[in-house]
């Protein structure tokens, strides 16, 4: 991206929260805050200043099938980023004092999170889609596997699993990509290359719809309703981001005009699409008016009935095309954005897509293909809600209106 001013650079590890077992469930996400507290040759404060120092950001995130470690600076300053990055990966101190710390801070953070009805909703809907299941549990972990989780738990699951076998490094900016792969070569020739990490496959039995109500004297009602979907790479993938458009994932979609602009029945509605390799899902989220509930969760499962039995329009199906490949190009030509991207296809599906392969792709996506999308997906036995507010005695009934076939 030679017209940017500045590069962004990312250590990408395939593993992620799935890779987890119940006992070590989160040590995913406590390794990644360890990380930062410093490294053989990077104090956790000279870590952070000698990004920052240069007028750079320095971050991380842990996700289901991968881990980032990012920075984003001025292009000048590359070989900084790079020596930042890398030694913290690769010989992080993981001192004793810092993992009891840094437990402390976790176990807070899962308290906050719980207090976060718009939030914790999402976990209590994990739980129902994957019962049992490492996709069933917060990546964070739980307040018992992070208080039993060992430091000696963490450095053997380092060893394991952060190997260049499964690394990817993703850049996007203003870089030449020889001192990049330079750069590279230099730091991991002398580093085993491990092998390849693997995960449990999801399994999806469920046979009939499920609720779940978390009971709490909230404001309003917070709701997350998914339905098993697609893995990342189906061939109807794109039809389901379109799909996503139509429904919830803008202010012109049919869920935020019939829920909120003609009926004011809640001020946050929308939707959105998670992928897996393996698994997905469709997901409708609201904060709904209490004593409105039944008559918005109606209205929702009746606008994806809709989408089950008539094609879209031909100017509503443009529109969407259009915002889906707009946010895209957007998002692009941010050097973090795209090096998220990047970075993100390689570690999960070992290649990497160009916007115009991309293009070529939705083009061929047509009405129909959103239709079958929306069948294959809106099927009553697949619906699980989750629910938090103050609806001790309405399970009931709610459960009676779970009905989309």
């Known amino acids: ?15 992620g929260g799935r890779y987890e077992s119940e006992r070590n469930k989160g040590i995913s996400h406590f390794l990644e805050h360890l990380l930062f507290k410093g490294s053989k040759k990077f104090s956790y404060r000279k870590l952070k200043e000698s990004i920052e120092g240069v ?60 207090d976060q009805p718009q939030v914790y909703v999402y976990d209590l809907l994990d739980e129902l889609l994957w019962p049992g299941q490492p996709l069933g549990a917060p990546i964070i972990g739980t307040m018992d596997s992070v208080a039993q989780v060992k430091k000696e738990d963490i450095l053997s699951f380092k060893e394991q699993f952060y190997t260049p076998v499964n690394m990817v ?75 996503n458009i139509v429904l919830g994932a803008n202010m012109s979609s049919r869920l935020f005009n019939e829920v909120r602009e ?33 008559e918005a969760v109606s209205l929702i499962l009746g ?22 490949l707009g946010q895209l190009l957007l998002a692009l030509e941010d050097t973090l954005d795209h090096m998220v991207w990047i970075g993100e296809t390689m570690t999960c599906l070992d290649r990497s897509y160009t916007l115009n392969e991309i293009i070529k792709e ?20 697949k619906l699980n809600m989750a629910l938090i507010g103050p609806l001790q005695d309405s399970q009931p009934n709610i459960q009676k209106g779970l009905r989309i076939d």
């Open 1 to 15: 991206m030679p017209a940017m001013q500045s590069v962004a650079l990312g250590i990408w590890i395939k593993v």
């Open 55 to 114: 007028g750079g950001s320095l971050n991380g995130f842990t996700l289901e099938e991968s881990t980032c470690y990012l920075a984003k600076i001025p292009s000048r300053y590359l070989g900084i980023a790079w020596d930042v990055l890398a030694d913290m990966v690769l010989n992080p101190l993981l001192p004793t004092q810092e993992v009891e710390k840094e437990r402390t801070v976790i176990l807070e953070e899962i308290k906050m999170y719980k």
């Open 169 to 243: 490094i993703s850049a996007a900016g203003q870089l030449k990509h020889d001192k990049l792969v330079r750069l590279t070569e230099k730091t991991f020739t002398r580093v085993k290359a491990g092998f390849s990490n693997n995960f449990v496959k999801a399994k999806e039995n469920q046979k009939t719809p499920s609720l779940k109500i978390f009971h709490k004297e909230t404001e309003q009602t917070h709701m997350a309703l998914g339905f098993h979907s697609f893995k990342r790479e189906h061939p109807l993938r794109h039809a389901l981001g379109i799909l």
């Open 262 to 294: 003609k009926r004011g029945l809640a001020y946050e509605i929308g939707t959105l699409v998670k992928r897996y390799l393996d698994t997905g899902v469709f997901l409708v989220h609201a904060g709904i008016d209490n004593a409105k509930l039944q």
């Open 303 to 324: 606008q994806l009935k809709i989408c089950k039995k008539e094609l879209i329009g031909k100017d509503e199906f443009k529109r969407a095309k259009e915002f889906y």
């Open 362 to 381: 939705v083009d061929k996506v047509d009405r129909e293909d959103v239709r079958q999308t929306a069948r294959a997906i809106f099927q009553e036995r």
